[in-house]
């Protein structure tokens, strides 16, 4: 499995909307699947880099107990990583 990270900082609206479009489904269940392997059953959980929270929203689902916290650079992508977040919350 392997995702490469994006180099730059996508702050503009239209970056950030492009970005989450993109279906990464796969590769984010995956990694969070790997991810929970790691973790204890009540963990505060960091999410650096969280882009629009899609993977944070799957770790938070499959591990109800985490204490999920995000930062990104970009405020746009937090923008739209709030609107993913909410529902699932």
Aim: one cysteine or more; hydrophobic letters at 50%.
């Amino acid at each position: 499995m392997v995702k490469l990270l994006e180099p730059e900082v996508m702050d503009n609206l239209a970056a950030a909307i492009a970005y989450d479009s993109i279906d990464f489904t796969e590769v984010n269940q995956a990694f969070a699947k790997q991810a929970i392997k790691f973790g204890q059953i009540n963990a505060l959980v960091v999410d650096a880099c969280t882009g629009t929270a899609r993977i944070l929203v799957l770790l938070c689902q499959m591990s109800p107990a985490w204490q999920p916290k995000a930062i990104d650079l970009a405020e746009n992508m937090l923008r739209i990583g709030s609107e993913h977040v909410t529902p699932a919350a």
